[in-house]
């Protein structure tokens, strides 16, 4: 194996006369040279940083919070079902009269309304019951 120092030296590179020298002028002058781009930042730049993250998250606050104080009352979901869906389900179930009138609780605003449009029918008329029954269309109660 052979030493290092048995080893021949040869100059690989070459350098031009007086390069060190002058590298360390070089060298100040492009770190004190003022940089020549100019870097604007568009104006919506910061919108989209900043202020346009911070609109979401409040907006999304807001709704959150609207949602809920509002609270779904029997009344509310009752006002969005069909009174014909209302009445198909209650000829469909096994719950009788009886049932229904023991779970259910009216008040004085409730029962006057319903005795107005109890009282509000007109028997009386010269039409037979049967021509009455045969008004009713039975397929769509």
Request: charged share 30%; proline share 4%; aromatic share 12%.
């Amino acid at each position: 194996m052979k030493k290092l120092e048995e080893i021949p030296k040869k100059e690989v590179f070459n350098v031009p006369e007086g390069y060190f020298d002058k590298l360390p002028g070089i060298i100040q002058a492009r770190v004190t040279a003022p940089d020549k781009r100019i870097f604007i930042r568009p104006a919506f730049s910061f919108t989209l940083r900043y202020a346009l993250p911070v609109i979401v998250i409040f907006t999304l606050g807001i709704f959150w919070f609207v949602r809920q104080g509002e609270t779904a009352t029997a009344e509310s979901i009752l006002a969005t079902i069909e009174t014909e869906d209302l009445v198909a389900y209650l000829y469909s179930s096994d719950l009788t009269t009886d049932e229904l009138l023991d779970n259910v609780s009216l008040d004085t605003y409730d029962a006057n309304k319903i005795e107005e449009a109890v009282f509000a029918l007109d028997l009386n008329t010269d039409k037979k019951y049967e021509e009455i029954l045969d008004e009713i269309d039975l397929n769509n109660l």
